[in-house]
Nanobody
């Protein structure tokens, strides 16, 4: 089992920056990749970014590419999502997820095994 706890959400204005954190506990050695997803009211959960836990390779959705940076601190078992130039359409609950199956970075929610409880990000215009 892997437990994930997100933090760092809040209310910001358009154009501001925010850094989300997600700390893993439990069987962290089984983690192959970590991802960030988000879900806005009335919408499906969507992929935001992911990082390979050992190699550090990253992948971003088109909606955040150039505005977001995913990184990890293996010693702290923590993954970060730095979001810049935030827009009202970035408003959502942001979730981190852990993939323990390997075989590269995943972008589908069904491919991640463990999920955090989510942290709300609200961007006002």
């Amino acid at each position: 089992q892997v437990q994930l706890v997100e933090s760092g959400g809040g209310l910001v204005q358009a154009g501001d920056s925010l850094r989300l954190s997600c700390t893993a506990a439990g069987r962290t050695l089984t983690i192959d990749a970590m991802g960030w997803f988000r879900q806005a009211p009335g919408k499906e959960r969507e992929f935001v970014a992911a990082i390979n836990w050992s190699r550090g390779s990253t992948y971003y959705s088109a909606s955040v590419k150039g505005r977001a940076t995913i990184s990890r601190d293996n010693a702290k078992n923590t993954v970060y999502l730095q979001m810049n130039s935030l827009k009202p359409e970035d408003t959502a609950v942001y979730y981190c997820a852990a993939d323990v199956t390997g075989w590269g970075i995943k972008v589908e929610t069904s491919e991640y095994t463990y999920w955090g409880q989510g942290t709300q990000v609200t961007v006002s215009s």
